[in-house]
């Protein structure tokens, strides 16, 4: 039994978009994983529901001629991992998803609530910064198209406002086209865990050099992050010892964990530093192939 | 013989298609549910509660408090009740409590129609406290100006003993004397089933509960004392039961159930913990401090193992001071002519209470002795699997505790078996010398245990067998079938006395204290030994009563009769079939003028307590950098007498053995040292082990028959988890060279030592 106060199954985006508006508060029902959980636990202000589940539109993962892939809210995990477009061209962002909780969460969350939800650790979200995700999303003014870079605001935290909804996220071709790319999920154990860090990794070699390379991080700070000062020690390196040392001692200054009875400080930077070089070295050897 | 085999289990075929009924599968018309109203802080007193809202929310019943409770202080561990005063369990609890110890005490109780109305309510009670100065850790409760948690002071007890000669002595004859300080974790026990009851009047004056317990027959007894019944009024019913590990070898639901229907008119009530609850609200394994010290000489003999533990037992007394004293007088087992001194305090702190987990205690002592021991082994350049078949025990040492001799031990065996199976003296060369991030190291660890609790407290079993009109047998035992399987090797030890085939014993599985043979339950490792006397007594008796009844039915004299494979033959000619059981049963029970129904019951004590052994090796990788353990192979090799159910012991021994290594590299309850808060009191942030971080598992049996036991068997119930937590230490000791001494060596705290040592 749940403590379900008002329930609404949205007809429509439209029809979502409206209720969202009309009642403040309202949470966005889409595979259950946070949101039931939430409710169980008796926390409140989960009590006013919007049922997304008939909104079939929202599950479409497509590609058009561009190239641009389109991965509708609503996708499952389990789709997005098992979909071709996905494998073929952004194998990183399955290769995340399969870190998701275990078997039955990964056939019922979505990729819309795991960003969306704001969670410091949520293991699409390094994916989603190294592959520069558009967030295409409906609000009531009409549609509009944000960039992952700062969406995030803070722990739990978004920038979307009262009335949106996410309906897809939108993968341009620039960003995965010749990269390689790799995710390491760092938790107390090896499934049904929540990440004590995660790094993600593309990089696009020219000959031996590296060309470009974007490095991302969840947990790791309030929110999950990019690392520039690290991206730049890289610029034009060739994959070595020293340069990865290089990569280790300076993503110091991009990320700022905290002591919590989680972990200390020290502790997650130590494998803030191991995780930048692995997940490097993953990238280019294993072209994001395993975790 | 149907011991020995691998039997279909009695209860498999209905837990594998989900027909098993368990205490929540059963409802009334008109049940109420009630939910408890928790304490926010771990010290304090109520100063003031209000229930006006929560009686207000339509579909509440009512609110009782601690001022509404009976006044009588009850104790809830699940040992038999004692003739000794001194050796009593301790009262300090009452069913509510304006003094609350810990984060999650109850102070009051809503009732209402549904589950969901009545957590409603609960919150809606508004409590008012008094915060009182917090003690979490022992350093804390045993401090001077300690708050006192209970009236007595924060000390529950404290004891010790010396045996197997003078420590003074051993200690001059130790050519190296080492010592070390051990930490153990708050470990929970996470079985499936969470604690849940329900309570009903079936008249005015006779309660009814039926409950998921480990100990029907003394929780019958507990709740007489809470409520200040006589105990024959109240009924306790267990049905299958999903597991319990020991939080429910304590009384935990069952007195507030029966409660809530008494003062509400004999309506059922019924209370289901849910995961979070269950996990704080109801007992965990002591966290332990073990100061261990060890001579040995030259020759690598162990002159004497002085053993101090310090043992956290939280906010109520529960099995207190029981568990710390019970590994002390099983670990002696071991290496019995060393000298051992044990000694032991227990006290109050401001966390959940502990009791009654898996192995009492073993774990925690282990983890200090075969660590220290590994230790004295390296010092003196000894190999350490060498080194424990040098001191380990042999048949004919005397029994330090009881000056008895050992009769079948097999711990030697153990340990061979165990080399060879991980191949220890190949991979010891070969990890000689390592350097560089990833490591491989060995390790090894024994144990000893007893089967069951004499002469610690009584050990009592019975048993009731009824011939059936179709000539099978329906077997009741006190014995509590919780999952371990004691049902089905119980079956297995009447057939083979009676002479009847498997198939035609049926289990009557559910416990009713009103009608099933007394046995105050599972635990202690001890239900299939103990019970092994009453079911070997009752099955010759009704197989006598048989053969009586086959002598009036047919020209031959009893001693010429002899049951078996379910028909009466003569003893010399066992081909020779003289009668049907089926005929001779129909005929027992509607001849006019003979026979009558056949049963037999029996209740036995035992005065025996056979000690069980084993060892882990395990083989394991070390990244140093990702501050990881990954065990790439791990065994358990034990000496439980002889085996009843191959497959069932087996399995007894791979959970054991991921529950182990769950103590040793994942579980522990957080608790804020300052306020008692707890913080990670769910299954996503309290780590178990899934089945991705478990290796496969390993296990081997050596072959020994306990004279003890009709069927020469041991226990086997809670060894298999005491040995991984030092085998893991140790290879981990061995692979990096750091040492670990204390539990769980996760990732945060292999970085702390690795960084400490200068790897990192």
Redesign the interface.
């Known amino acids: ?3 379900i106060e008002n329930y609404h199954y949205a007809t429509s985006v439209e029809d979502a978009v409206q209720h969202l508006a009309a009642y403040e508060g309202t949470k966005i029902l889409a595979g259950g994983t946070d949101v039931l959980v939430r409710l169980h ?2 926390k409140s202000g989960y009590g006013h529901l919007i049922d997304i589940n008939g909104l079939d539109e929202l599950k479409t993962i497509s590609m058009d001629e561009s190239g641009t892939i389109f991965i509708g809210s609503r996708a499952t995990f389990t789709e997005i991992i098992t979909n071709d477009i996905i494998s073929r061209n952004v194998p990183m962002l399955a290769q995340s998803l399969l870190t998701i909780g ?1 078997p039955q969460v990964r056939n019922t969350g979505t990729m819309g609530g795991n960003i969306c939800n704001g969670a410091v650790s949520a293991d699409s979200a390094c994916a989603a910064l190294v592959y520069e995700f558009d967030l295409q999303i409906q609000g009531t003014e009409g549609e509009r198209r944000e960039s992952i870079h700062g969406f995030h605001t803070g722990p739990g935290r978004t920038i979307l406002q009262q009335g949106d909804l996410l309906k897809s996220f939108v993968i341009r071709p620039e960003n995965y086209t010749d990269f390689k790319a790799s995710y390491i999920k ?1 938790a ?7 990440a ?1 860090i995660g790094c993600g990794a593309a990089i696009k070699m020219h000959g031996e050099e590296v060309e470009t390379f974007k490095l991302a991080f969840t947990v790791a700070a309030p929110t999950p992050i990019r690392c520039p000062t690290a991206e730049k020690t890289m610029k034009g390196a060739v994959i070595s010892e020293e340069s990865l040392k290089r990569l280790a001692d300076a993503v110091a200054a991009d990320v700022k964990p905290r002591t919590s ?4 400080k ?2 997650r930077l ?2 803030i530093r ?1 995780l930048a070089k ?1 997940v490097t070295r993953q990238a280019v050897d294993n072209q994001g192939g395993t975790c | 013989m149907a011991i020995g085999k691998s039997h279909r289990r009695k209860d498999v075929r209905a837990k594998v298609t989900g027909k098993t009924r368990y205490t929540d599968d059963y409802s009334m018309p008109g049940m109420l549910e009630a939910r408890y109203v928790r304490s926010p802080i771990a010290h304090g007193l109520v100063k003031n509660i209000d229930t006006t809202a929560a009686l207000a929310l339509p579909g509440v019943e009512a609110v009782f408090t601690f001022a509404d409770v009976p006044k009588n202080v009850f104790p809830t561990a699940g040992h038999p009740y004692s003739l000794d005063p001194d050796h009593q369990d301790v009262a300090d609890r009452l069913l509510l409590t304006d003094h609350v110890r810990y984060h999650g005490d109850e102070v009051a109780i809503v009732v209402a129609r ?3 109305t009545a ?2 309510a609960a ?1 809606a009670v508004v409590v008012d406290y008094e915060e009182l100065p917090i003690c979490v850790t022992s350093a804390a409760a045993l401090a001077p100006d300690a708050p006192a948690i209970h009236a007595g002071g924060n000390i529950l007890k404290s004891t010790s003993f010396e045996i197997g000669g003078s420590l003074a002595e051993a200690e001059t004859r130790a050519d190296l004397t080492l010592q070390g300080t051990f930490r153990t974790p708050i470990v929970l026990h996470c079985h499936l089933e969470n604690h849940t009851a329900y309570a009903y009047m079936d008249d005015n004056d006779h309660l009814v509960i039926v409950s998921s317990t480990q100990i029907p027959h003394i929780c019958r007894r507990i709740v007489g004392q809470a409520l200040g019944m006589e105990w024959s009024r109240i009924r306790v019913i267990k049905p299958y039961i999903g597991g319990g590990f020991g939080a429910k070898q304590d009384v935990v639901l069952e007195p507030m159930v029966a409660f809530l229907s008494t003062k509400l008119g004999g309506a059922p009530v019924k209370i289901e913990m849910d995961r ?1 609850e269950c996990l704080v609200a109801t007992r965990t394994r002591h966290s332990q401090t073990v100061t261990a010290r060890a001579g040995v000489t030259k020759d690598a003999s162990i002159t004497f193992i002085d053993l101090d533990v310090i043992s956290n037992t939280g906010a109520y007394a529960s099995h207190g001071h029981s568990i710390p004293m019970a590994a002390g007088s099983k670990c002696c087992h071991l290496y019995p002519r060393a000298v051992t001194k044990f000694s032991a305090i227990s006290h109050y702190a401001n966390i959940p209470a502990a009791g009654a987990m898996r192995a009492y205690g073993s774990p925690q002592l282990f983890f200090g002795m075969e660590s220290l021991l590994e230790e004295a082994a390296r010092s003196i350049g000894m190999d350490s699997v060498e080194f424990r078949l040098k001191n380990c025990a042999r048949p004919g040492d005397i029994k330090a505790k009881t000056g008895e001799y050992e009769h079948a031990v097999g711990i030697k065996e153990c340990l061979e078996k165990g080399s060879a199976a991980i191949d220890w003296e190949a991979k010891k060369k070969r990890y000689a010398t390592q350097t560089g991030n990833i490591r491989s190291g060995l390790g090894v660890a024994c144990f000893s245990y007893g089967s069951g609790t004499y002469p610690a407290c009584v050990e009592i079993a019975g048993c009731r067998l009824v011939l059936n009109q179709d000539g099978s047998v329906h077997m009741q035992v006190g014995a509590t079938e919780i999952g371990q399987g004691s049902d089905t090797a119980l079956a297995q030890m009447a057939t083979d006395t009676l002479g009847l085939s498997y198939d035609r014993i049926h289990v009557v599985s559910e416990q009713d204290t009103d009608v099933t043979p007394f046995d105050p339950g599972a635990y202690a490792s001890r239900q299939t030994y103990v019970a092994a006397p009453a079911v070997h007594a009752a099955a010759d008796k009704l197989k006598r009563k048989i053969l009586t009844h086959a002598a009036l039915m047919t020209d031959e004299s009893v001693e010429n009769l002899n049951l078996a494979n379910g028909n009466i033959v003569l003893q010399d000619q066992p081909e020779k079939v003289v009668l049907d059981l089926r005929d001779l049963a129909l005929d027992s029970y509607y001849h006019k003028d003979r026979g009558g129904q056949l049963t037999a019951e029996v209740s036995s004590k035992t005065r025996t307590n056979a000690p069980s052994y084993g060892c882990t090796f395990v083989d394991l990788e070390v990244d140093i ?3 990881s353990v990954t065990i790439k192979n791990i065994i358990n090799v034990h000496d439980a007498g002889r085996i009843i159910h191959p497959l069932s012991a087996t399995g007894q021994v791979h959970g054991g053995m991921a529950m182990g290594i769950g103590m040793a590299l ?1 579980e522990e309850l ?1 608790i ?1 040292s300052e306020t008692g808060w707890i ?2 009191g769910n299954l ?2 309290y ?1 178990i ?5 478990i290796p496969d598992l390993e296990s081997e049996f050596v072959d020994t028959f306990d004279p003890t036991s009709p069927y020469g068997n041991k226990s086997l119930g809670e060894p298999p988890i005491i040995s991984q937590g030092p085998s893991i230490r140790n290879a981990i000791w061995d692979a990096t060279g750091v040492k670990i001494n204390e539990m769980p060596m ?3 705290v292999l ?2 030592h690795f ?1 400490a040592a200068g790897l ?1």
């Open positions: 039994m749940f403590p636990e008796g275990g760092y107390m154990r090896g499934a049904m865990d929540i004590t009875w989680r972990a200390s020290e502790f130590h494998i191991t692995k | 549904d589950r969901l957590g409603k919150k979070e950098e990702m501050c994942f957080m804020d913080y990670n996503l942030d780590k082990p899934t089945c991705v971080d996760t990732p945060k970085f702390t960084r990192l």
